[in-house]
């Protein structure tokens, strides 16, 4: 990875946010802005997929559209500070199963809501801390990293009484093939969800709706004071996250006054579009575009 990176002028650093071998980041900067401390521009933070229990799914699946955004045009690359990739705790998943037993707490696969939102708090307390990120960056949040990037602004609601940080919010957020709705797109694909959500969110629907951000009974736009944009983007080729996920998020977004691009115009399957970086690329250029413009 640093090889890689220093290919393409940026340097690569790896952090440990919280003892569980999952609670991890990466950070990208610019080899040639010495002064980074008081570069201006925005931080790009994303949030991996995975159905909150893939450990196939890392931090590195950003290391592609990374790639991409910093061959792009010159501008593009201007207004950005640093790039973010966030990992956490995940779920059990039988496919990948361990032996608790045999497996350090540290690194078991056990993790339950609200622990995935917890750990992303805790991670943009860490780069709050370490790289003085603060309000300036934009969450891109993929599948389940959609959800965790929504469920970010529903606050304590979502935390079951656990501390929340006081960490500045992103001014923008690009979920990408997002799970809102945790009960109906179980409802829709026949029960055949359940396994992945009882694993993250425990078997009680009533915790699976309280957890949804389409279901979210507090106004995103209250919650969210220095918000200025959020993108929906989704491919009509993925078969595993069907269109009325993002109609239904789009819909609460919309009915709560956010400022909102809905973009349905994303090709591929539903991992697709973000592995070769292309189109996670272009949305973010059309963020920044947006941002500066305002």
Do not use: C
């Not at 909150?52 to 590195?60: K, L, M, V």
């Not at 970010?152 to 006081?166: I, K």
């Not at 109906?184 to 629907?205: L, P, V």
């Not at 009974?217 to 929906?232: G, M, Q, V, Y």
């Amino acid at each position: 990875m640093e090889v890689n990176a220093s290919s393409l002028g940026l340097t690569y650093e790896s952090h440990q946010y919280g003892q569980h071998s999952l609670q991890k980041l990466g950070v990208w900067r610019f080899s040639n802005r010495p002064d980074q401390a008081s570069a201006s521009g925005y931080w790009i933070i994303y949030i991996h997929g995975g159905a909150w229990r893939d450990p196939r799914r890392t931090a590195d699946d950003f290391w592609a559209s990374i790639k991409q955004i910093t061959s792009s045009d010159e501008t593009t690359t201007s207004n950005i500070q640093g790039f973010v990739s966030i990992d956490y705790r995940l779920s059990s998943y039988p496919e990948f199963s361990q032996d608790p037993a045999e497996t350090k707490s540290s690194d078991l696969r056990d993790a339950k809501h609200p622990d995935h939102i917890q750990d992303v708090w805790s991670a943009l307390d860490f780069l709050h801390t370490k790289y003085q990120v603060s309000d300036n960056y934009v969450l891109i949040g993929h599948s389940a990293g959609a959800t965790l990037a929504l469920q970010l602004l529903m606050g304590g609601s979502v935390l079951d009484g656990r501390p929340q940080p006081r960490v500045p919010l992103p001014v923008a957020i690009i979920g990408i093939s997002g799970i809102f709705d945790l009960v109906k797109i179980n409802a829709r694909h026949d029960g055949q969800y359940a396994g992945f959500i009882s694993a993250a969110f425990g078997d009680d629907e009533a915790g699976w709706v309280s957890a949804s951000p389409a279901q979210f009974k507090a106004s995103f736009k209250e919650n969210w004071p220095n918000r200025k944009l959020t993108i929906l983007a989704w491919s009509p080729e993925d078969s595993l996250v069907d269109e009325p996920e993002i109609d239904d998020m789009a819909a609460k977004l919309r009915l709560d006054g956010v400022n909102l691009k809905v973009s349905k115009d994303l090709t591929g399957d539903h991992d697709d579009v973000w592995k070769n970086g292309k189109q996670v690329a272009r949305l973010v250029s059309a963020a920044l575009t947006k941002l500066y413009a305002m």
